[in-house]
């Protein structure tokens, strides 16, 4: 028990680390081979009184595919920050600002100024059979799994009991079944 280093300032700083071998660490914390430590390994607490950065890691690479950061486990990255300002979330090589490999949830509303791309379709939580799908120049629309209406190049279809029922075409409307008119 006890405490192995405790260092205390008044404002100049604890330590500096630096190494100038490419395959050296300049800080490596572990706990003992092979045993579950029951003890957090490094705990960083910020006072609440400094107006300057808690934990600041700076680079310097001019390589955009150094990673300046990367919290892993012992099979995969878990979280990566490149030198070129890209961050991946389960993915140790993002391509993107923000490149997340798995699924994401927001518990709140979700804000874009730009585009959203999507490969195949919006699925609605909790009800997976109203959906939007999408495939090159065509978009459906289904609820309770039946197709209702399709946008696309060949115009726009409405369906009723997944049937085809109103169609436009190129000179006009095709309809199947009966017009009715009150």
């Known amino acids: 028990g006890g405490i ?3 260092v ?3 404002g100049m700083q604890i330590a500096k680390f630096q190494t100038t071998k490419t395959s050296a660490k300049g800080v490596n914390i ?3 081979s092979g045993l579950a430590h029951a003890a957090t390994l490094l ?4 006072d609440g009184d400094s107006t300057t950065d808690t934990v600041k890691i700076t680079s310097k ?3 955009a595919t150094q990673k300046i950061l990367d919290v892993a486990n012992t099979t995969a990255s878990i979280f990566t920050v490149t030198a070129s300002n890209k961050v991946g979330i389960n993915d140790s090589t993002p391509d993107y600002t923000l490149d997340i490999t798995g699924t994401v949830r927001t518990t709140s509303d979700a804000f874009f100024n730009n585009d959203v791309y999507v490969a195949s379709s919006i ?3 909790g009800d ?3 959906k939007i799908s999408f495939t090159e120049d065509n978009m459906l629309f289904q609820t309770q799994g039946e197709n209702k209406v399709l946008i696309g190049t060949a115009g726009v279809i409405l369906y009723y009991d997944n049937s085809e ?3 436009t075409i190129s000179n006009g409307v095709d309809i199947t079944g009966q017009l009715q008119a009150d």
Request: no cysteine.
């Open 128 to 130: 997976n059979d109203s």
């Open 43 to 46: 705990e960083v607490t910020h």
């Open 4 to 6: 192995a280093l405790n």
């Open 165 to 167: 029922k109103l169609a």
């Open 30 to 32: 572990s706990s003992s």
């Open 61 to 63: 690479s001019t390589t």
């Open 8 to 10: 205390k300032t008044d």
């Open 123 to 125: 699925v609605h939580e």
